[in-house]
Structures are given as C-alpha cells and as structure tokens.
C-alpha cells in the first residue's frame, strides 16, 4: 500500500509527486495522457510568473516560496527553468491590475516603479501603450519553461523512488476503512492518502468539486516579430494588461518561438466537461488576439507562427483550493487555478505533501479553503 497516490500529473501533480518522494513518502503518480502533454493547462512553452501580484497580496508569501522551489529544481536537474525578464502589470491608474498590482508590492517590501504608458514604452521598445494606461514595473517578474518543468519534476520524483504509471485513466475512488481505493483502467491501487491535481478533469475525478472548477477553452497565439531584438527575453518585460480590449499576458519571443500573447476568458468559452474542448484553432480566435497585438505591439504584428488552445479551470471567485476534499480527512485536493496558478507549481507541490504528511501548513491558507463556496460567492465573471 502507497502512502498516497497522486492523481494527475501535469505541473500541481509532478510537483506533488517530487515533494512527497523527497520527503521519504511512499507515492504512486496516475496520469492519462503523457508526461508532459499537450492535453490539459501546462502545455504551450512557457508561463508567466508575476512576484507583484494584483489578484491579492495574500499571493506574495507563496510566491517568494516558489520562486525558491522553482529555483530548488534548476539545481537539482540542471534544466533552466526559470528566466527573469521583469514584468509590467498594465492597465488603467485606478484599474485593479495597477492598484492591487501596487499593493502587493508596497505590503511586501518589493522594489517596484510606476510608469506612465508612454514612458513605459520609450523603456521597452516592443511596446506601444496609450498615455490613458499605467504601468507597474517589477523587477523580479519572467516566465518559466512549463512543460520542461512538469519533465524535470516528473523525473526527480521518480528519482526519488516515486512510481509514475502514464496512460492510465482514473475511473473512481472510493474509501474502504482507513484507506482509500483508486480504481483505473489498469486495476486499483490502494494508498493511506489521495492527492487530485486533476486540472481541468478535476470535475470528473471528484464529482462534489464539479460545480466549483470549471473548464473553459483558452488560446495563445505565437507571432513572427517584425523587429526581433525588441523583443527578446533581454529587452521586453511579460505582461498582464487590463486594456479597453480585455486583459492580456504576453511573454517574449523565447528560443526564437515568436512573441506569445493570450487573452484571459478568451472567447468566453465555459465547457460543461474537458472532452468538450474544440482544439481547433479558427479565424475568430486569432483576430480577438491580433486586435491587441496591432493596438499594443504593433512591431510584433508579423506572420502567425502557431495557436494552441488549453483550458483554465476556474472557480467562482477566480481563487484557488488548496484543501481537503469535502467530508473527507485524507483527500486533498488541489485545483480552481483560473488561469494563473502554473507560476505556483512548485510550491502548492509542497503544500500538498505537508497536507498529506500532517505537517503544518507553513503558510496561510485560508483564502484557499474549500469551504468558502459552501457558503456562496460570488462569481467575478
């Protein structure tokens, strides 16, 4: 019998794998697909990491401990893993992506620099932004190499005497007295603890977190710079842009893949399940997307490299769950990320293995309960 068994094994679960076998733990990874896919929420390159963090200033002790984990798995690997370019959070003077974005970094102590729109664009040349927008400009903000990290996690687990089964599909669990029974596609396996860090399946693994984690269709876009060194990881900060046009995050043009730009809600595409998701990437997706490059990137607005589409699976006020699984004592779940949670990896890894391991939290976890929705919120959508 495995002390746990992790279910799903994209950036939360490879990290929750790797943090559980280094801490001497008995665990066994379930995944579906592959490891690393291009099926769920960590595939497309890269993803942004942001230590300013306008969703909230509770956000920024976790951050500062994932930054410590993301480097922790550079050195243990070798791989790069994480590359620091700066970031801007943009938007109006009295938009939240600026206020909150402003809080976070004056609660915390973190170097920051306030910037009227067009001087934040004499600075990075590959921008374009209106004087009507402002910019917060931190330092320690870059994008991390997502798929390589779901590998380098993958692999250390394993390395330290965790089992990792790919291609196998979760059908249900149940518990049996004191332990809990996974059944697969491949026959059950028993573990003392369940870790679901199922992302956008997350639903259909834990029926009761269903109404509260909902996938929708997402899509990035890869354009071919017109002026390539002005956008290098050396010359332009990410991006999270509140705009007249949506809310933007971009990343720079990184081993020559093209400028990479998104749009959060995207289409508005909620899914009622993952298998709803249309991979297909259309006309229609790639204009709501060019608008913003042409109107705030316009030396990016070059021919389209590629589109993927993926999924962000969010909760009804758009934070996280990082808790037990409703009634249950040695459930764990950790899901809801709606778009912005693949920075954390590495540190929700740990939080998991601590919940697991009755080790007490080491950070404040309560804006990340299950409970909450148990009560009512309200969607922010």
Same mark, same amino acid.
């Given at each position: 019998?495995?002390?746990?068994?992790?279910?799903?094994?994209?950036?939360?679960?490879?990290?929750?794998?790797?943090?559980?076998?280094?801490?001497?733990? &008995?665990?066994?990874?379930? !995944?579906?697909?592959?490891?690393?896919?291009?099926?769920?929420?960590?595939?497309?390159?890269?993803?942004?990491?942001?230590?300013?963090?306008?969703?909230?200033?509770?956000?920024?002790?976790?951050?500062?401990?994932?930054?410590?984990?993301?480097?922790?798995?550079?050195?243990?690997?070798?791989?790069?893993?994480? /590359?620091?370019?700066?970031?801007?959070?943009?938007? *109006?003077?009295?938009?939240?992506?600026?206020?909150?974005?402003?809080?976070?970094?004056?609660? /915390?102590?973190?170097?920051?620099?306030?910037?009227?729109?067009?001087?934040?664009?004499?600075?990075?040349?590959?921008?374009?932004?209106?004087?009507?927008?402002?910019?917060?400009? %931190?330092?320690?903000?870059?994008?991390?190499?997502?798929?390589?990290?779901?590998?380098?996690?993958?692999?250390?687990?394993?390395?330290?005497?965790? =089992?990792?089964?790919?291609?196998? &599909?979760?059908?249900?669990?149940? &518990?049996?007295?004191? &332990?809990?029974?996974?059944?697969?596609? /491949?026959?059950?396996?028993?573990?003392?603890?369940?870790?679901?860090?199922?992302?956008?399946?997350?639903?259909?693994?834990?029926?009761?977190?269903?109404?509260?984690?909902?996938? !929708?269709?997402?899509?990035?876009?890869?354009?071919?710079?017109?002026?390539?060194?002005?956008?290098?990881?050396?010359?332009?900060?990410?991006?999270?842009?509140?705009?007249?046009?949506?809310?933007?995050?971009?990343?720079?043009?990184?081993? %020559? =893949?093209?400028?990479?730009?998104?749009?959060?809600? /995207?289409?508005?595409?909620?899914?009622?399940?993952?298998? !709803?998701?249309?991979? !297909?990437?259309?006309?229609?997706?790639?204009?709501?997307?060019?608008?913003?490059?042409?109107?705030?990137?316009?030396?990016?607005?070059?021919?389209?490299?590629?589109?993927?589409?993926?999924?962000?699976?969010?909760? *009804?006020?758009?934070?996280?769950?990082?808790?037990?699984?409703?009634? =249950?004592?040695?459930?764990?779940?950790?899901?809801?990320?709606?778009?912005?949670?693949?920075?954390?990896?590495?540190?929700?890894?740990?939080?998991?293995?601590?919940?697991?391991?009755?080790?007490?939290?080491?950070?404040?976890? %309560?804006?990340?309960?299950?409970?909450?929705?148990?009560?009512?919120?309200?969607?922010?959508?």
């Amino acid at each position: 019998m495995h002390d746990a068994i992790v279910v799903g094994i994209g950036g939360m679960g490879s990290s929750t794998l790797f943090h559980l076998a280094d801490s001497g733990a &008995r665990v066994l990874g379930l !995944e579906q697909f592959g490891v690393p896919h291009a099926f769920g929420s960590s595939h497309g390159s890269t993803r942004i990491i942001r230590l300013a963090y306008s969703e909230g200033a509770e956000y920024v002790p976790l951050l500062r401990a994932a930054y410590h984990h993301w480097r922790e798995l550079e050195g243990l690997t070798g791989e790069e893993i994480l /590359h620091v370019t700066g970031g801007l959070d943009i938007g *109006p003077a009295g938009s939240q992506t600026v206020r909150g974005s402003k809080q976070s970094c004056l609660r /915390h102590g973190l170097h920051f620099e306030e910037l009227g729109g067009r001087e934040a664009s004499r600075r990075f040349g590959g921008y374009d932004l209106p004087r009507s927008l402002r910019a917060i400009y %931190q330092p320690d903000g870059g994008f991390l190499m997502s798929e390589s990290a779901v590998a380098a996690y993958a692999t250390a687990a394993v390395g330290c005497g965790a =089992e990792l089964l790919a291609g196998v &599909r979760v059908s249900h669990w149940e &518990r049996v007295g004191s &332990r809990i029974v996974v059944w697969t596609d /491949h026959g059950d396996f028993t573990a003392k603890n369940l870790v679901i860090t199922a992302g956008a399946w997350t639903g259909e693994v834990g029926p009761a977190l269903r109404s509260w984690c909902r996938p !929708e269709r997402q899509v990035m876009l890869w354009t071919e710079p017109l002026s390539s060194d002005l956008f290098s990881p050396e010359h332009f900060p990410v991006f999270n842009m509140e705009s007249p046009l949506g809310r933007f995050y971009g990343v720079p043009n990184c081993g %020559q =893949e093209g400028f990479k730009i998104g749009k959060f809600h /995207h289409l508005e595409q909620s899914l009622a399940g993952p298998s !709803e998701l249309d991979r !297909e990437c259309a006309e229609g997706d790639e204009e709501v997307l060019r608008e913003a490059v042409r109107e705030y990137f316009p030396l990016a607005d070059g021919p389209t490299r590629r589109m993927v589409a993926c999924m962000f699976t969010n909760t *009804p006020d758009e934070h996280f769950i990082l808790d037990r699984y409703p009634g =249950e004592r040695d459930v764990f779940v950790a899901a809801g990320f709606s778009g912005h949670g693949f920075k954390f990896c590495s540190v929700v890894g740990r939080v998991m293995a601590d919940l697991c391991l009755g080790v007490e939290p080491r950070w404040n976890l %309560q804006r990340f309960g299950a409970e909450r929705f148990s009560v009512g919120v309200t969607d922010t959508r």
